[in-house]
């Protein structure tokens, strides 16, 4: 039986959906499966479950924090972590859907780049015009991309994929689905693994 992909559900505000988005790619390299890309507003998972973001939770805030640059550490991935609730995430979320259907083999590319650009060098991402600079910066036409980001049929797109992962229980990232079993979180991407090796348990 043929290997399904692994989708992977991120939103670009996540510090563990910046982890996990350096490590899904040879996740998936060992396992001989594709990615499918899917940038999620966390925002409408919080609002529909009645929770907050993770570092604004009393005493949990602290600890996840120590956390994520824990993880950091151990994966070796450069990290710092941003005033990440002034980053809105709708201009790239947009980018990398308009990139699937467009710029396919860039588009790892521009997730790294968005990503990148909070959490290893401390930059907002928010502005149209900025996500736009960081597509060019791994070769997709800036013009093209920027008018992308307008283009009806991605905005519906994008609320279209909130929608369904709402749908299919995704209430924080990162999540990884393999066929229609769900993995939550970095720490949980070896059971993944292992599940894709021995078709489950």
């Known amino acids: 039986m043929s290997k399904q992909p692994i989708e992977f559900y991120f939103d670009f505000s996540s ?73 809105k995430t709708v201009p790239a979320s947009r980018a990398v859907y308009w990139a699937e259907g467009n710029a396919p083999d860039k588009l790892p590319a521009l997730v790294h780049a968005v990503f990148r650009h909070a959490f290893a060098e401390d930059k907002d991402y928010s502005d149209p015009e900025t996500v736009a600079d960081l597509a060019a910066s791994v070769g997709i036409d800036r013009a093209a991309v920027l008018t992308g980001m307008q283009d009806q049929a991605i905005k519906d797109r994008l609320r279209e994929e909130v929608e369904r992962g709402l749908e299919r229980g995704v209430f924080g990232t990162p999540m990884f689905f393999y066929g229609d079993e769900p993995f939550w979180g970095v720490d949980h991407m070896a059971d993944l693994e292992r599940w894709i090796e021995t078709g489950g348990w």
């Open 15 to 87: 510090p563990f959906a910046y982890i996990g988005s350096e490590l899904i790619e040879a996740a998936a390299e060992r396992q001989g499966v594709e990615i499918l890309w899917r940038p999620f507003l966390i925002g409408a998972a919080f609002k529909a479950v009645g929770s907050k973001p993770l570092l604004h939770a009393p005493l949990k805030g602290d600890y996840s924090k120590r956390d994520m640059e824990r993880t950091a550490r151990k994966h070796g991935i450069p990290f710092i972590l941003p005033d990440v609730m002034s980053l």
